[in-house]
């Protein structure tokens, strides 16, 4: 790095009063693992299949950096180990938010297809839209 060159710096905020996740957090986390995931769903929407079991801890990782070391989206991206119905709700709260980015929208629609079809719970035999996700798809219930 030059000395014209600046190091990206974040400052830390307090949480919102009711904010249970931290979107900057995440962001940065997308930042640095994004292009990874665009390349896994590329590759999936290329192969008409899902995304492997590789790119769903990634993308666990990161959402779980918004809820922290202790979450289950957390656990998943460290372990794998995880259900739709153990992680849906983390992974709603993300969703569900104005604030989260369709980016990252779209990372919880491949993650929550890939949980359901992993449980053999769902018929996800490429049969997903992917302009129209439906929220069985992403958590396996209906919402």
Known sequence: MNQHEHEPSYEARPAAEGEVFDLRRLEVAANRFGPRIAEGIQFARDSR???TPEIARCIGHVLGRAFGRDSEL???GCTGEGTSITLCDEY???YNSPDTHPAVK???DWFGTHLIAAEGRADTHWARNEY???RVRLCGRGS
């Open 49 to 51: 299949r899902e995304i």
């Open 92 to 94: 709603l709260t993300l």
């Open 132 to 134: 129209l996700l439906s």
């Open 106 to 108: 779209e990372w919880i």
């Open 74 to 76: 957390a656990e998943y």
